[in-house]
């Protein structure tokens, strides 16, 4: 593993983005993903789709809590808003219109998601945190009283009502193995688009207001835009995950989906994972969709699963366990290169990493 | 009276003293001196108990102490009153210093209220006043009577003539000068060598987490 | 427009709403005060103890599922060992959490140990959901069926008690705040943890036992709550986000203005569910609920802005 290019290193200051392990996982998720589907039942398929599409989710989450340092308690809310929206265009179109194919359907869904979470960030982006949390749950709760409460849009409970799967260019994913590939394939462009986004001016900016309101400001970084920024972009993955998902079961999901405890259950996924590598909040999400399934002889209820994720990522610290593993890796490089160095001190950034301040989760 | 023994503290990975041997006696006055972020304040924090040392120990009184909490050390009749003052805002200024007698027997508490009162008697006018709302000085001495309360003794006193004027300073190092008087052994630890060392019977050079001499005073006092 | 008999009804039934609200509300700033986190962990505090006091009171007969093998089979209890059971459970609860959570996160930011409260409430809600899967249920009032007419308005004998109780412990904490040694030291914890430590105040011991207390008020809170609307998850959840908003108008440190927020929030729901303001649906009900949240909100951070002069984060 230590042929890979360490050059790939961000400067020092930006998230500590270490491409081994990652390049690793991601070796070792294809391997996987290409077999397989040929092997297993298809509910385990069916329920690793709703794993992609869950990362997806949390990565949006992630965006709000790393960049923004904000944790929003409103994320149920917000997919369920891309899921009923975009069904409801998928279903019936707009005002008796016929029914909207995919893609507009889903940029109606994710428009949706996206002002919403982002309408919610401009008043609330010069709250200090709990503010953010208290509103956000406000906002779960309006939204599960107001929207997901009209059947016309949500389509009810109703067994005959379709939600067709999606034709793309011609080709149809209609079968539970091709939405499965393509909702890997989105949860891949969404983790790359988080990750360049990152890496980009605007992430620095964002990853510096986070870090210090004050440095921000000093060098002209309003933390109001680039909260409302992560906030939005956030809300567009999430959007992004509801569009996919809408399709998914071939017929509206039920309400219970998008509760508030869905949102706590969702949030727990990044402060387990941290919001650090993408790989791992992606491998956290499909392990949280997978567990409670594989786990219901011994009726291993999500609110444990949840809370437990809650509760054990707050006391990992900041970086979650995926960042914790990636210390660990870290140090015992820096160990093998100081021995190999022995004594010579080029660098002393690396050991002193795991020791970083708290932050928000 | 209080000893310490190749003390070793920091926070988290990062360490900031190194083998610290010290030893104060009743009625001495010691001044702490060294450059910013020496390890001064870190001391006197390892010494209430604030900050857990990593290795060494801290004895008072002939007993143990090291790994007891500060409430504890406070029963035992060590006192600090701490960097920055520290006062409690909303609190009155008589709430401020009852918050410390918690486990002090009520007699003792009057009696030393008495004494807060005549040492520092601008307090005595201003009992019901918000803490919060009192001048620089006030808030220090404040900070000394709070510490006193649980008739400590052994007082230290980080920083006390942090953005005071030299009158108050003054005033300060004459209320100290009076306790040590009176038996009470302090450890204070001033940026404003000059004023703490000439208060001082010994004084103490830190430097990067470690002593780098400890002598006795060549100021003496008048 | 305004019918004076709705409105008086509403009046009343606001403010024993208020008292309920107010009840949970007194826990959650009284917590904060301790700990700097906005303790979730109420609402499945509140939720276990309802849970309990409903299966020791409960009549099996009128519980969901009933004459079929689903049924519960709940006790039928005196209520008031019940009662006392349900808030010692709240004490119990609540004293495990803070061991947990007290001490180790003394320095951490506010919103990373209100996840961790966060965590705790999903934990206990989990708790009772494996025990009473979905459980929906009617639970008897402590202070039995009975109703009076004040002021031209039907009032229960358990919205009565509910206001008394809560003005009972105003009064009560409004002395221990204020008089008492104990009082001072938590009004000093919550002013500078670091100093208190210093100046000798067993700081885990007393914020251990404030966690008590509140505990005790989380599962009192859950008890009344119920029989005002059903046992569930949901709903016990939905009353906390109620308290919450109250607290919020306090800036979860006031007392007072957490009171004040409670009641405010239970006028509100009161008239606009008993129809003041003519008909108007839950789903309005919760937006108009939410402006009101958020002018709370924007009215705290602009004095605290004028106060400190620094953003917080």
Redesign the interface.
């Known amino acids: 593993m230590s042929s890979s290019p360490t050059s790939l290193r961000l400067p020092a200051g930006l998230s500590g983005y270490r491409p081994t392990p990652q390049v690793m996982g991601v070796v070792v998720l294809a391997l996987a993903i290409g077999i397989v589907p040929h092997f297993v039942r298809e509910y385990w398929i069916f329920l690793s789709t709703a794993g992609f599409l869950t990362a997806i989710t949390v990565m949006g989450l992630a965006v709000i809590i790393g960049w923004a340092?904000?944790?929003t308690?409103a994320g149920a809310a917000l997919l369920g808003t891309s899921v009923y929206i975009t069904g409801y265009l998928l279903r019936e179109g707009l005002a008796g219109s016929a029914p909207w194919p995919f893609i507009p359907a889903m940029i109606g869904g994710v428009a949706c998601a996206t002002v919403l979470s982002a309408l919610v960030a401009i008043?609330?982006a010069?709250?200090?945190?709990?503010?953010v949390?208290?509103?956000t749950?406000?906002?779960q709760?309006?939204m599960e009283?107001?929207l997901f409460?009209y059947t016309w849009i949500t389509g009810g409970a109703g067994a005959d009502v379709r939600v067709p799967r999606p034709k793309v260019f011609g080709f149809h994913f209609n079968t539970d193995t091709r939405y499965f590939y393509l909702s890997f394939v989105v949860m891949v462009i969404a983790g790359v688009l988080m990750h360049s986004l990152r890496r980009s001016r605007h992430g620095r900016a964002i990853h510096l207001v986070r870090t210090d309101?004050q440095a921000a400001a000093a060098v002209g970084i309003s933390?109001w835009r680039y909260r409302v920024i992560a906030f939005a972009v956030g809300g567009f993955l999430i959007g992004i995950a509801g569009a996919f998902t809408a399709p998914l079961y071939e017929s509206p999901p039920a309400l219970t989906q998008y509760?508030?405890?869905q949102s706590?259950?969702l949030?727990?996924i990044p402060?387990v994972a941290g919001t650090q590598t993408i790989v791992g909040l992606a491998s956290v999400a499909v392990a949280f969709q997978i567990l409670p399934a594989a786990l219901q002889s011994h009726?291993l209820?999500?609110?444990?699963?949840?809370?437990?994720?809650?509760?054990?990522?707050?006391?990992l610290g900041?970086r979650g366990m995926a960042g914790t593993l990636l210390d660990v890796l870290q140090q015992r490089r820096d160990v093998a290169r100081l021995r190999q160095v022995a004594g010579a001190d080029e660098e002393t950034e690396a050991p002193?990493r795991?020791?970083e301040s708290?932050?928000?989760? | 009276m209080l000893e310490i023994e190749s003390l070793r503290a920091g926070y988290g990975r990062l360490p900031v003293l190194f083998d610290i041997d010290l030893a104060v006696d009743e009625g001495e006055v010691l001044a702490i001196v060294g450059p910013n972020g020496a390890g001064k304040s870190t001391l006197l924090k390892s010494i209430i108990g604030v900050v857990t040392p990593t290795a060494g120990r801290i004895v008072f009184d002939g007993s143990r102490v090291t790994h007891e909490p500060p409430h504890l050390r406070v029963e035992r009749g060590m006192a600090l009153s701490p960097e920055g003052r520290r006062i409690f805002a909303s609190l009155s200024v008589r709430e401020n210093l009852l918050a410390g007698a918690a486990r002090t027997p009520i007699n003792v508490v009057e009696q030393q209220l008495q004494r807060i009162y005549t040492l520092f008697p601008i307090l005595s006018e201003r009992t019901a006043q918000e803490a919060g709302s009192l001048s620089g000085g006030e808030q220090q001495m404040l900070a000394i009577g709070r510490a006193l309360i649980s008739a400590p003794r052994m007082l230290l006193i980080d920083e006390p003539s942090m953005g005071l004027a030299p009158l108050i300073v003054a005033e300060l190092y004459q209320a100290l000068h009076k306790l040590a008087e009176d038996g009470i052994g302090i450890v204070v630890v001033d940026e404003r060598s000059t004023e703490a060392i000439s208060a001082a019977d010994r004084v103490c050079v830190i430097e990067k987490g470690r002593i780098v001499s400890l002598t006795a005073s060549t100021g003496g006092d008048a | 427009m305004f019918d004076p008999f709705i409105v008086k009804a509403s009046l009343v039934t606001g403010v024993a709403l208020g008292a309920l609200y107010g009840i949970l509300a007194v826990g959650l700033v009284l917590s904060f005060r301790m700990s700097r986190m906005v303790a979730f962990v109420h609402g499945g505090i509140a939720l276990c103890s309802a849970f309990l006091y409903w299966y020791l009171t409960a009549d099996p007969a009128r519980t969901s599922g009933h004459g079929t093998n689903l049924a519960y089979a709940t006790k039928e209890w005196p209520k008031a060992p019940a009662v006392i059971l349900a808030m010692l459970l709240g004490v119990g609860l609540a004293a495990l959490f803070a061991w947990v959570a007290t001490g180790r996160m003394a320095n951490w930011p506010r919103v990373t140990v209100t996840t961790f409260a966060l965590g705790g409430m999903l934990i206990f809600t989990g708790i009772t959901q494996e025990i009473w899967p979905g459980a929906f249920e009617i639970v008897p009032s402590p202070f039995g069926r009975g109703r009076v007419t004040i002021w031209g308005a039907n009032v229960s004998h358990h919205q009565i008690a509910v206001i008394g109780i809560l003005v009972f412990l105003v009064i009560v904490l409004h002395f221990v705040v204020t008089r008492t040694k104990t009082g001072v030291q938590m009004r000093a914890i919550s002013d500078d943890v670091e100093a208190a430590e210093i100046v000798g105040i067993p700081v885990r011991k007393v914020s251990m036992g404030v966690w008590c207390l509140s505990g005790a008020l989380a599962g009192l809170g859950g008890v009344l709550l119920t029989p005002m609307t059903r046992l569930g998850a949901s709903v016990v959840l939905f009353v906390l986000i109620r308290s919450l908003a109250g607290a919020v108008l306090g800036g979860f440190r006031s007392l007072p203005l957490a009171l004040l927020g409670a009641m405010l929030f239970g006028q509100v729901e009161a008239h606009t569910a008993g129809g003041t303001f003519g008909k108007i649906s839950s789903g309005w009900r919760e937006v108009i609920l939410m402006a009101v949240l958020f002018l709370g909100v924007l009215l705290v951070v602009r004095r605290k802005r004028s106060q400190f002069r620094l953003a917080e984060t």
Do not use: D, H, N
């Not at chain 1, 010069?126 to 503010?131: A, E």
């Not at chain 1, 209820?301 to 006391?315: D, F, R």
């Not at chain 1, 708290?358 to 989760?361: A, C, H, M, N």
């Open positions: 340092g904000q944790v308690l008043p609330t010069k709250f200090s945190g709990i503010y949390m208290v509103l749950m406000g906002l709760v309006t009283r107001t409460t309101r933390p509760i508030l405890f706590l259950f949030l727990a402060v009726r209820s999500v609110y444990l699963l949840g809370g437990a994720g809650l509760i054990g990522g707050t006391l900041p002193s795991p020791a708290r932050e928000s989760p």
